[in-house]
């Protein structure tokens, strides 16, 4: 099945393509309709916005997105392939491969350094021992923290830990980057640095980051914007 799912990585456009979906909740008589017929898609290379009110559905949307949540109705395509095929064993395999997760509570492991908590991202992706330890600290490099490799993340700044999670994220060259509301706990600056980050990583290579925010201070660094209430897209356009 991977095999199959690899030749798809060549793509260079609609990275992520999203037709019709729809996701319902129902725990005995109460039934949450919290996405309904989204259709969307990503390219190569664009930091998109998925933006609205709390409870608009976003977070569902993004776990869908990320093979974390399956539809009830419709179509998510992940590197062209549709993933409603795809059974529970092998859900978990093309996540470590091909997408990379970004959180609002960075959710480091407290008592590892940055560079330990990146190499626990690589092991979980088979990649082991001093060969993890050189990527990962190549990683953290390449976002701004070489010099912070041995640190741990009480000694970090909010920034700091952000742009970790941003390295842990990277671990593996994924394909896809998905982020829950990453400027949430950041102030003004802190946070645009963090999406200036993700901007350049994919325009420079060809990485399609979905981003889940509040945040209106970065919709100028978006190449695409979408709106949702009610689990309902009200519209998309791309960003000026």
């Known amino acids: 099945m991977l095999t199959a799912f690899r030749k798809h990585t060549d793509l260079k456009t609609k990275q992520i393509e999203v037709i019709g979906i729809d996701k319902v909740y129902q725990e005995g008589s109460v039934r949450v309709h919290a996405v309904k017929g989204v259709t969307l898609s990503v390219d190569a290379g664009e930091l998109v916005l998925l933006m609205g009110p709390s409870g608009s559905g976003k977070t569902t949307l993004l776990s ?4 974390i949540l399956k539809p009830t109705k419709g179509q998510v395509h992940i590197m062209g392939k549709e993933i409603l095929y795809w059974d529970e064993n092998s859900l978990p395999m093309i996540r470590r491969k091909y997408i990379g997760f970004i959180f609002q509570h960075f959710n480091l492991l407290s008592a590892l350094t940055a560079c330990e908590n990146v190499e626990a991202s690589l092991n979980l992706k088979g990649i082991k021992g001093k060969v993890a330890e050189l990527m990962s600290r190549e990683l953290l490099e390449q976002v701004g923290l070489g010099g912070r490799c041995d640190f741990l993340p009480r000694d970090l700044s909010g920034g700091e830990k952000q742009r970790v999670s941003i390295a842990r994220a990277l671990a593996g060259n994924p394909s896809i980057i998905l982020a829950d509301e990453p400027t949430g706990n950041l102030d003004s600056q802190n946070g645009r640095i963090a999406i200036e980050l993700l ?28 709106h949702i209430e009610d689990g ?8 000026l």
């Open 199 to 226: 901007k350049n990583l994919a325009s420079k290579e060809n990485k399609s980051v979905v981003i889940v925010t509040h945040d209106n201070r970065i919709t100028d660094l978006a190449d695409r914007i979408y």
């Open 232 to 239: 309902i897209l009200k519209n998309g356009y791309l960003s």
């Open 64 to 67: 869908m997105i990320g093979c």
